[in-house]
């Protein structure tokens, strides 16, 4: 917790998105991600090599090895979001504005559900808190945990310190219950090179066979009619 609120401190001007730190045999490995990673990085490497020293002072890591990983969609990252939430409203824009503004950016992006919460002294004296939300947001179960990524940020302001809690549903991270069946999908009739071949060859036989035929009742009529007539002419 307070290696995540002294990244988000330290980096805010690179567009802080979170981080994952896993300890290894050989030591630490922070993986970082950010909006701006030139910025992190510096020159030839300089602020990385900082930010290494540094968290090796401050939290006694051990030979910490840092990785710095760009986000594609940072409309989808809960602590982007909320870092812009709690700049809007330092800046002075209304926290309602700012939820929404924020609601209808996240949704544009693709988002299942947002559920945006900004708590404290927001009018008055007397703290409370206000809700804003779109989409489907899951609340509890095995899907809730897969799906809903959250975060929080706090900003202080003359009326005091204002919460700000975020979450963000996921369509890419949703699992089918189950399969659709394929009786169900309208089923299409595929034939082969050779199928078609023998298909098309099948129905021209047919279709000389039947010219064969009328063909041959022709000619048995006109013999019959033949024949009464000269048994006419005979009589």
């Known amino acids: 917790m307070e290696l995540n609120e002294y990244l988000s401190s330290s980096l805010s001007d ?3 998105g979170g ?3 896993q300890k290894t045999p050989i030591g630490t490995k922070i993986t970082l991600f950010v909006i701006r990673p030139g910025l992190v990085i510096g020159r030839k490497g300089s602020g990385i090599r900082d930010l290494t ?13 840092i990785s710095v990983t760009e986000v594609t969609k940072p409309e989808l990252n809960p602590h982007i979001m909320a870092n812009r939430i709690a700049q809007l409203i330092e800046r002075g824009t209304a926290f309602r504005r700012a939820s929404l503004w924020t609601i209808n950016t996240i949704m544009g992006a693709g988002a299942m559900g947002v559920e945006v919460t900004v708590s404290g002294k927001l009018r008055g004296e007397r703290a409370h808190f206000e809700k804003h939300s779109a989409g489907t947001i899951p609340k509890s179960g095995k899907i809730a945990e897969e799906v809903v990524r959250s975060s929080t940020n706090s900003i202080l302001t003359k009326m005091g310190l204002v919460g700000i ?4 549903s996921l369509k890419e991270e949703t699992h089918l219950d189950f399969d659709l069946s394929l009786e169900a999908q309208p089923k299409v009739e595929t034939q082969t090179d050779s199928e078609s071949e023998n298909k098309s ?3 021209n036989q047919s279709v000389h066979s039947d010219s064969e035929v009328k063909t041959e009742s022709k000619d048995i009529i006109n013999s019959e009619v033949k024949e009464i007539a000269v048994n006419k002419s005979e009589t």
């Open 53 to 65: 020293t540094k968290l090796e002072q401050q939290f006694n890591l051990e030979n910490a090895q």
């Open 19 to 21: 981080a994952e730190v």
């Open 201 to 203: 060859q099948s129905e």
């Open 14 to 16: 690179a567009g802080y």
């Open 165 to 168: 809690k975020l979450k963000i």
